[in-house]
């Protein structure tokens, strides 16, 4: 099955600094990548995704790239403020099979200093 | 439209005993699949339902099973709870073959 790898673990930056959180996949099939944030006490939130037919997209502070032949997919975040402050979780899938799931990194805590 | 709800939000159980939770998908969603979320172990894929039919099955005892009702609703049942069954337990729902879960609130089981 996939196994998706991510890090850092945690994540410290200051206040205006960006932020960057690395994953990695194992199944060359998975064509889907999203990534959740998920605030303490909060359900996952999907605050951007990427599919295998593109290599980046970008949202206001936030971006997503995708290395297909390397497979591995990173978060971007720049100018950090407090309220970035969460777990983020990437994870892959195969949406479009008969083996549906999300399968996701361990997290990434980012602390966001003011 | 509504978001996707669960109930109960919370629980507390005892070993051995059963427990039943509830996901009600966004309206017109009709895959429901089920998360086990813990500290120790991150996210885990339950299952996965679609048109009343579980469609996939991620590596849990058979004492974690599910069922989809015509309305699309969702449950899913532990027996003989185990102190280790306690998490958060999150249902994700989608329109079908679209790629994008939207996630319940979960329920936080306890198991003392």
């Known amino acids: 099955g996939e196994n998706v790898e991510q890090h850092p673990s945690t994540l410290s930056v200051q206040e205006g600094d960006s932020a960057v959180i690395k994953c990695t996949y194992s199944?060359?099939?998975?064509?889907?990548f999203p990534w959740y944030k998920q605030e303490l006490g909060k359900r996952p939130q999907l605050i951007i995704d990427?599919?295998?037919?593109?290599g980046e997209k970008k949202d206001q502070r936030i971006a997503v790239t995708l290395n297909k032949t390397a497979k591995h997919f990173s978060l971007h975040i720049t100018e950090t403020q407090p309220e970035d402050s969460a777990v983020y979780f990437c994870?892959?899938?195969?949406?479009?099979?008969?083996?549906?799931?999300?399968?996701f990194g361990a997290g990434t805590t980012v602390t966001v200093r003011a | 439209k509504a978001g996707v709800t669960q109930t109960p939000r919370y629980l507390i159980k005892t070993r051995g005993q059963q427990v039943t939770l509830s996901c009600s998908p966004i309206?017109?969603?009709?895959?429901v699949s089920w998360y086990q979320q813990t500290p120790g172990q991150g996210l885990q894929f339950l299952f996965e339902?679609?048109?009343?039919?579980?469609?996939n099955k991620g590596n849990f005892p058979g004492r974690f099973s599910g069922r989809q009702f015509s309305n699309s609703r969702s449950e899913m049942n532990v027996s003989t709870l185990e102190l280790g069954d306690s998490a958060l337990y999150l249902c994700?729902?989608?329109?079908?073959?679209?790629?994008?879960?939207?996630f319940g609130p979960g329920t936080r089981l306890l198991v003392l």
């Open positions: 994700a729902t989608r329109p079908g073959q679209g790629e994008t879960q939207y």
């Open positions: 199944d060359s099939a998975s064509n889907y």
């Open positions: 990427i599919r295998s037919n593109v």
């Open positions: 994870a892959a899938s195969r949406p479009r099979s008969n083996d549906y799931k999300l399968s």
């Open positions: 309206s017109g969603h009709r895959s």
């Open positions: 339902y679609f048109s009343e039919t579980q469609r």
